[in-house]
């Protein structure tokens, strides 16, 4: 079931969960003219409405197609397929409830730069995650590990800059002090993602 983007249709009625878990889930492709919105961010709230995750668009119809979601909130971009139009939700809920653990999330370089927005926490400019590296504030030929409190966001004129050297001794300063990743920084991040849609807003605690 290939399914893509048209516009300028008329609005179809919501199509229903039911029966759509049974069918396979088929790649969902964009049109040419409006690829980035498969890559829209959606809030994925539990079965209590409780925030938990931020995910694409092209997830979050997966989610949907399954049986395992539904849309809380939808934009104005509908799906089509020969048979169904889905609109493109802004905000899912699943439908069973799931626990979700306290702990920070897997050390990697996508959760540092998502941690830390982005931004070089030396000089606080925001970069594509391309022109970013991670920094360790103590070096690790000083012992420094790898590890959520030691490890920045940092872009490579400000990495240069510091070399195999502390901030201090860099005559530079972080931005602001590393910490693990929790659930709390998720939160915080998902109500900076959610000044662009206020869709979100209610289920943020605005």
């Known amino acids: 079931m290939e399914m893509r983007l048209k516009h300028g249709l008329r609005p179809r009625p919501a199509i229903g969960l039911g029966g759509v878990a049974s069918e396979p889930v ?6 040419a003219s409006r690829p980035s919105v498969m890559q829209a961010p959606v809030l994925v709230l539990n079965a209590t409405f409780e925030p938990i ?23 104005h ?14 905000v899912i809920r699943l439908l069973s409830y799931r626990h979700i653990p306290q702990q920070s999330r897997a050390l ?14 030396f000089c606080a400019r925001a970069f594509p995650a391309s022109e970013l590296t991670l920094d360790h504030v103590l070096p690790r030929s000083r012992g420094g590990r790898s590890t959520w409190e030691n490890l920045v966001a940092c872009c490579y004129t400000c990495n240069n800059r510091k ?32 000044h662009r849609d206020e869709k979100w807003r209610k289920y943020l605690f605005y």
């Open 53 to 75: 995750n931020v995910t694409a668009v092209r997830r979050a119809l997966v989610l949907m197609l399954k049986g395992v979601a539904q849309a809380e909130e939808t934009n």
């Open 108 to 121: 990697s370089r996508k959760n540092i730069l998502l941690r830390d927005r982005n931004t070089c926490q």
């Open 163 to 194: 070399g195999d050297r502390t901030p201090e001794e860099a005559g530079i300063k972080l931005q602001r002090r590393p910490r693990p990743f929790t659930l709390h920084t998720s939160r915080q991040l998902m109500r900076l993602i959610g």
């Open 26 to 31: 088929a790649p969902v492709k964009p049109a």
């Open 77 to 90: 971009t509908e799906v089509h397929s020969t048979q169904k139009a889905i609109q493109v939700p802004s």
